[in-house]
Nanobody
Framework: QVHLVESGGGLVQAGGSLRLSCAAS????????MGWFRQALGKEREFVAA????????AYADSVKGRFTISRDNAQNAVYLQMNNLTPEDTAVYYC????????????????????WGQGTQVTVSS
């Protein structure tokens, strides 16, 4: 089991940027897919981005393409989400997640593919 702790959330104005971090412990971080999901109030949790264990493959939700960038540092057991040009629609609790399943572009956006989850960090974007 991988223990995940997110940080970096906060309040930002529309058009601003935030960088989320997720620190992992336990398990073999360098061999697992990492993902970011978010859940807005009253809505279901949705996929945001994912990164292959090598860092060489990424996937993004259409709503964040071109604005968000996922990256990882296997030496630091960390994954990051750089969020630029934020809008009020990006307001949500953001969750880091770890998957031990084989990377498949058709599956990485599915909640069910992820085995371990962090507690979440709140991102609020004001208009």
């Amino acid at each position: 089991q991988v223990h995940l702790v997110e940080s970096g959330g906060g309040l930002v104005q529309a058009g601003g940027s935030l960088r989320l971090s997720c620190a992992a412990s336990g398990g073999t971080f360098s061999s697992i897919t990492m993902g970011w999901f978010r859940q807005a109030l009253g809505k279901e949790r949705e996929f945001v981005a994912a990164v292959h264990w090598s860092g060489g493959r990424t996937a993004y939700a259409d709503s964040v393409k071109g604005r968000f960038t996922i990256s990882r540092d296997n030496a630091q057991n960390a994954v990051y989400l750089q969020m630029n040009n934020l809008t009020p629609e990006d307001t949500a609790v953001y969750y880091c997640a770890a998957s031990r399943s084989r990377w498949l572009y058709s599956q990485v956006a599915q909640n069910s593919e992820y085995d371990d989850w962090g507690q979440g960090t709140q991102v609020t974007v004001s208009s």
